[in-house]
C-alpha cells in the first residue's frame, strides 16, 4: 500500500536564534527532498541541529531563511496545527488528564468525525499495537514502552501524510527500544507514511532508514543511503559516527583501474575504492572497518604490531592491536576460542583492499555537492 | 366603521379634551413674598418648594423652586447623618436624595478626581478647611442661602463658597478608669498634658491629618504666640504622646478601650464615643483651645443646582441641625435657633483662642513638615 | 531539560488572544497608572519625588518601606514554608485541618486583623495587660509585620505546596545513597531546588506588604510607609499629585523585584518531564523533627484562630473591652438599612469579577510561559501592577480616567465607566477594579503550573490538528486546573475585602460592604464593624467552599491533579 502524496521538501533552510553577540546558527543550508513512503533518519551529536530541523518542518519554529513544501505546497503560512503530520515526542507527551483512549481519541474528535467513526478506527489503532486491553487507563499507570506505543498510536490514527519522531526510543531501556525499532518500521511500511525520525543513536538510523542524513554543527555531514553512508562515508567525522573505523595514513595517490585508485599504505601498494575528492585532500586517509581486518598470530619478524587488548563477547572477539602507524581495532566473529591471538602477542593485519574506502582526512570537509 | 360613527366620536373625544383643560388645576402661584412662620424653614407647596428667609426685619417666602430628579450628597459627616439628613430633606421636598459617604479629607481629591463630569450636587460635612481647598480648585460655587442671615458671620465663607453648618472645640477625651489607675487627675490645661505620669499615654492625630490636630498645633501658635514656642511645646508633649494616628477619630477609639488615658479629639467625637458606653470624660484646656468648622457648599457644575441650594438652605435651617443628636452626632450647632441637647457642649462654654482659619491654612505644609523633620523623624530611633 | 525556544508562527486564536489581553490591561491597569504617573509630576509631586533627594524624612518613609517589605517577605515566607512542609513530609492527624487553616487568612477584612491584634495584645489588651499585666508597644513595626506575616503567609503557602508537591523523591533517594544524612539533604538539596518557589513567594509577599494601606494606619504608629504617607497626602493634606508621586516611588522596589524574580526563576529549572514525580515520599518520622515542626506549625494556626475568634466574639459584645455582655444587637444593625443592599451589591459584584479574575489570570500564564518570549515578560509585568500599586491610588487612577467617557477623534470608544454620573451607576469600575487586584494571584499560580507542564503536551495537541483555542481548552486549562481553583477563590475573597480604590469610586447605586465597616470604624463601633467582618468572613468561606465543589465536580479517571499551587 504505496502513498502517492507525502513528498517532503526543505530549499536551503537557516534557522539563526538570537542575534548580535548571542548569535546562535542552529541550521545551516538545509536541503532535502523526500519521497512519499520514504524513511529518512536525522542523525547527529546533540546540538547538531537535527532537532531544530524537524521541529521546522513540524511547524514549532520558522526557519529564519529557506522553504518547506509538501506535495509542492509551501507550509510557510500554515502553523503546526494546520500541517497534516503527526509527531511522536521524546517524552512521549500523553495527555496527563486523559485515558489511553481519548488520548487516541484526541486528533479524530479534533476532526469532529462521529462517534462510531472515531470508536471504531481508536480500536483498530489499539489492536495494531496490542493497547486494546489498556484503553481505559490512565498515563501514569503505564509502563514506558506502552505509554511509546500510544503516542505512536496517536499520531497514526490521524493518517498524517508525515510522521515525526522526535528521538522517541531514548527513554526506554536497550532491549525495549530493538523491539520499538522493528515495530515502528513495521508499521511504517505497511501504511507507507513517509516519515522523518531523529536521532543520535547510528543503530536506530541504519536499522531504521531508506536514508540517513548525518548533520553536525547545523549542518549536512552526508546524506545517502545506510549503505552508502557506512561504506563510502564523506569524512572521518561521518565514518566515525557510524560504525567503528580505522584510519590509515596514506603516502601516494595516484589513479587505478577505473574509479579506483592505487595509494601507498605502510609500503604496501593497494588499489581501493576511494571518494571522488579524496585525491584533492593534502592528508587523505584509509577507512578499513574493524570487521573487515583480520588478525592473526606472527612472528616477530613479519608482526605488525603486538595485541595490547582482546575482549570476548561470545560470537565476536575485540582485539586492540598496537602497531606503529596507531592502535588498530580489528573484530572477529564467531571466533574459534583456542585461535585467538592472545595480549603480548605479535599479530599480523589482514584486509581484503575491496572492503576499505579511501577520504578525505577531517579539517578539510569537503561537502557534498 | 361608519362614517357618521366616525365623526360622533370625533366630536366627542373634542369636548372632553376640552372640559378637561378647563377642569384642570390652574398654574400654581408663586408664594414668592407671602409670610412664612419660621427663619429656614422649607416648605414644599404643590410642587414648589420655598425658603423662609428674613427680609428687612419681616419673614417671607424666597423665590420658589420646582425640584425634580435626583440629588446626589456627598457627605463627610457619620454616616448615621448623611441619612438622616437625605431622608429629611426628601420628606420635604419629594426629591430622591442619595449620598456616598466618605472619609473628610477625601472628598476634595474625589471632587478633584471628577471635576470635568461631577457626580455630585452638594458636599456636606466636614471640616472647613478642606473647603478652602475646593474653593481653590475650583470645585465649588458661591452660593448665598437667605438661610445664612441666621448663621454668625465668623462661621461663615464672605463669599459664599461654603456656609457653616456645625462646630467642635478640640478637648481632651479621658478614660476615667485608665486615670483613676495611674492616679492622675482630669487634665484641665494644656500644661496638664505634660505630667510626666503620662508618658505614653496620649493619643494624637498627626497633624498632617485633616482637621484635629493641626487644630492642636496652631492652638499652641496662637496661645504661645510663636511658630517656635508652638513647637517647643509640641516636642515636650511627644514624651508623651504614644503614636500620632492616621485617623482624626482614632484617639477616642484608643482612650475608650484603654489603650491610652487621654486622647485629643474634638469634644462630640468624645461624647458620641461615651455614649455608645465607653468610659469617657471630656474636659477642656484652660489656657484657651481651637475648633473646627463642619460645612456645606454647592458643587461646581451640579447636575442639579436647584435641588443643591435648597438643600443647602435645608441644611443651614435649625430643622436639619436638630438631626445631629438623633444619629449620634454631637457637634455644637451653627444655627442659633438649633435645640440644644445635655449633650452637646456650646461653644460659648468653651475658652476659645482667636483661630485664624486662613492664616493656620497657610501655614500648614511648613508646620507639618517641620513637624516631620523634628518631632517624628528622630522618634524613629526610638521605635 | 532545556529552555525549549519558542519561534513559531501564532495561530489566530493566540494572536486574537494576545490582542485582547493587551486591550485589557490597558484600559484596566496601564491607562490609569500611566495617570498616577503623570498627575506625580504635576506640582505638588515635583516636590516630592524632589524630596527622594534633599529630604531625610522622605527617606526615612522609603528605608521604612523596603525594610518592612522585607521583613514581611521573610517572615510571611518562611511560615508559608513551615506550613507547607509539613503538609508533604511529615504524616500527622487533621492534615486537612491544617491546609484548611493555613489558607484562612486570605479572607481578611480590612481592619479585622489589626483591631483584633490590638485588643488582645495591646497596651491594654486583654492578653498582654489582661492576663499578663504587660503594656508592649505594638503599634509601629512589629505590630505591622506581626499582622501582615499572619495576613499575608497563605500566599507563600500555596505556592510552595505545589513546589514540594512537585519535588521528585527520587533526588532525595539519591542523596541518602550518597551517604547523606536527611538534615544534609535538606539543606543542600531540597532547599536549592525550592529557590525559585521561595523567592517567587518572598518577592510577591514583599509587593503586598509595601502596597497594603489598612495596616499601617491602624497598627502603624509612627513607622511611616509610602503607601501611609500618600494617603495623608491625599487625605490630609490634599495634595493628591504628592500621593500619585509617593505610589510612584513605591512602583519602582516593586519593578525592581519583579525583575530579580524574573531572573531567579530563568536560572533554576526544577521541572519533573512530565509534572509527575516519580518514587515514594519519605516522611520524617524522627520524634523531636517532627513534634517540633508540629509544635510551631500548630501554635502558628492556634494563633490565627484566636485572631477570628477575637473578630467573631467581638461582634456579640456590647461594647468591645467595657461591656462584655452578649448581644445580636450588632447584627440587628447591620442588617437594618442600607447594610443589606451592601452585602448584596458587594457579593454581587465581587461573583461577577471573580471568574473574570480567574480567566484574565489563566489566559496570561498561558501566554507568558507558552507562547511569547519576548513580549512576555512586559505582559507579566503589567498582570501584576494591579497588586504592586497602594490601593487608594489605584482608586484615583480609575476615577482620573474613567470620569468621563473616553473619546477619540469625537467618538465615543468607552463610555463612563466610574463615579455617580457613570453607566450601571459605576459599578463597571468596581469590577475593573476586583479583577485587576486579584487576576495577579491566579497568573502567578497559573505560571508556576504551567513552567511544570511539559512544553511538548501542547505542542503534542497542536500536531494532532488542534487549534491555539482548542489546546488551551482541553489540555492546558484542565491541567492548571488546580491553579484556576485557587486563582477564582482567591479572587472572591480579595474582591469581597477591598477598600482602598473602591473608597473613591463607590456611588449610591453601588454601596460596599467594606465601605460600611470603615464608617463603624471612624465612629468608633468596633461592634457593629466586626460583626460586618464576620458576616463578610462568612459569605467569603461558603462562597470559596461553594467554588471548590463546583469545579470539583468534573474530575476525570485517572487525573493527578498537579498539585494546588499559587503564587
Redesign the interface.
Known sequence: MKNKSGQLTLSNITKVFGNGSEKVVAVDNFNLTIEPGEFVTLLGPSGCGKTTTLRIIAGFETPTSGEITLDKKDLKNLTADKRPMGMVFQSYALFPHMSVFDNVAYGLRVQHLSKEIISQKVAEVLETMSLSHLATRAPNQLSGGQQQRVALARAMVVQPKVLLFDEPLSNLDAKLRAQMRIEIRRIQQKLGITSVFVTHDQDEAMSLSDRIVVMRNAVVEQSGTPDEIYRRPNSVFVADFIGRSNFFKVDKVSSGKGDKVKVLVNNEELEVAAHPLAHKSKTPVLLVRPESIQVKAATVKKSDGIVSNVVFYGNHVEYSVTTSYGEITAIESDPIYDQIVKPGNHAILEFDPSRTWLLPSSGEIIREE | MKKSRLIALGAIASLAMSLLTAVAPAQARDLKGSQCGREGLIRTIKGVTYTCERVDGSLKYAEGRKLSGTL?VVCGA???WC?AMATKFKELTGVNT??????A??V???L?????????DVWHGGPAD?YV?GRNLGLTEAYLSPTRKMISKAQLDADGFWSGVYLGALGFCSNTQ?LAKLGVKLPKSWADLLNPKLK?QILSA?P???GTAFTTFWTQVTRLGSEDKAMEYMKELNKNI???S??G?AP??AA?????AVGLVFAH?CV??AK????LKVSFPSEGTGYEIGAVALIKGA?NPLAAKTFIDFALSADAQNLGVGA?AFQALTNPKAKYNRLIIPLRKVKLVDYDFEKAGNR??DL?KRF??EI??R??VK? | MAIRRQSAKLDVFTKIAIAVLVLILSVLIVIPVGNVLYKSFQPGGIEVLRNVYDNDYTRQIIYNTVWLGISVGAIGTAIGFLLAYIQVRVNFRGKKLLHILSLLPLVSPPFAFATAVIVLFGRAGIISNGIFDKQPMIYGYKGLILVLSISYFPVAYMNLLGMLRSLDPAVDEAARSLGASKFKIFITVTIPLLIPGIAASFLLLFVEAIADLANPLVIGGDYTVLASRAYIAISGEYNIAGGAAYSTILLIPALLVFIIQRYWSQRADVVTVTGKPSGQIEYIRTPLARYSLLAMAWSIVAFVILIYSMVIMGSFFKVLKVDYSLTLDNYRYIFSGVGNSAILTTTMLALLATPIAGVLGMMLAWVIVRKIKRGGQVLDFFGMLGLALPGTVLGIGYAFTFNSPIQIFGITILPQLAGGGAILGGAMAIVMVYVIRSSPAGQRSGIANLQQIDPSIDEASASLGASGGRTFRKISLPLIRGAFLTGLMFAFARSMTTLSPIIFITTPDTPILTSLILAEADTVRYGNAFAFCTLLIAIVLVTMGLINLLVNKTQQAGYQPIAVSAG
Open positions: 446626589n457619620t454616616e448615621a441619612a442619595r449620598f456616598v459617604r466618605l472619609s479629607g477625601l476634595p481629591a474625589r478633584e478626581a471628577f471635576k470635568n463630569n461631577p457626580e455630585f478642606g481647598v485608665a505614653g498627626h498632617a491629618t485633616s504614644l503614636y500620632y492616621r485617623s477619630v477616642v477609639g475608650g478601650s484603654g489603650e491610652v467625637d458620641a464615643g455608645n458606653g465607653l468610659p447636575r449620634n500648614k505644609p507639618t516631620d523633620d517624628i523623624n522618634s524613629q521605635s
